[in-house]
């Protein structure tokens, strides 16, 4: 995660052994009273964490504002637009089924030719808890940020680097949306990557679709795109 970010990896994952160890008694073990008390900056995180019920808040980063009661949250991460479109499946949707359409339209999101494997900052976006949130108002938001979605590659490479980011989050099951659009079947359908338990795969959504706040949508600002686009 960013150093930008508000709440660090380390943070989330002592939120997490927080939630872990923490006994049905209700009596949290000293060393981790300890870490809290250490760290004021993480006690105000966490204050807000368990507010939210277990989910992260964070009002604004590197200039870009969340939607109202959403959650904006950055990532640097390695990304590789040349990557063969059957490998970035299958190195992100272990669960995936052989049958499953993602596998029928790399053809659309075909690999640009002589680009490197780059850090891109990326920015992961949440609607708030009990949102309904259709494609395009998450698009509109993102022109208003003057960012763009990530590609399907961007897109699986979240979950590629972050495979437990489901559990960091406190949030699952999950998925990680990738708004930009193919056609299958004439219909305008999106690339995603879903999280549940042990459990990854990538699959087809409908762009059409009312995301509840499950999802999430991963947007990049336009220079740093690879091969973003909306």
Request: proline share 5%.
């Amino acid at each position: 995660m960013s150093d930008k970010a508000l709440m660090t990896r380390a943070e989330l994952e002592l939120t997490q052994k927080m939630q872990r160890e923490f006994p049905a008694g209700g009596v949290v073990h000293p060393d981790i009273i300890k870490e809290v008390n250490d760290s004021p900056e993480l006690t105000a995180h966490l204050t807000a964490f368990l507010q939210n019920r277990g989910r992260m808040q964070v009002g604004s980063t590197s200039g870009i504002v969340a939607p109202q009661n959403g959650i904006v949250l950055p990532f640097t991460i390695p990304v590789n637009e040349s990557r063969d479109w059957n490998d970035v499946v299958r190195a992100v949707g272990l669960n995936t089924d052989h049958s499953n359409d993602i596998w029928k339209v790399g053809d659309q999101f075909a690999p640009t030719a002589g680009m490197v494997e780059r850090l891109e900052q990326i920015y992961l976006v949440n609607f708030g808890k009990d949102s309904i949130t259709q494609s395009l108002d998450a698009l509109a938001w993102g022109k208003e940020q003057h960012i763009i979605p990530v590609s399907p590659r961007a897109d699986f490479a979240i979950a590629e680097h972050f495979p437990k980011l489901h559990t960091y989050l406190g949030m699952d099951p999950m998925a990680i949306v990738s708004l930009q659009r193919c056609s299958f079947e004439s219909h305008a359908r999106v690339a995603k990557v879903w999280f549940d338990g042990s459990k990854r795969g990538a699959g087809l959504g409908w762009f059409g679709y009312d995301w509840n706040d499950d999802f999430w949508f991963p947007f990049v600002r336009e220079f740093e795109a690879g091969n973003s686009g909306s």
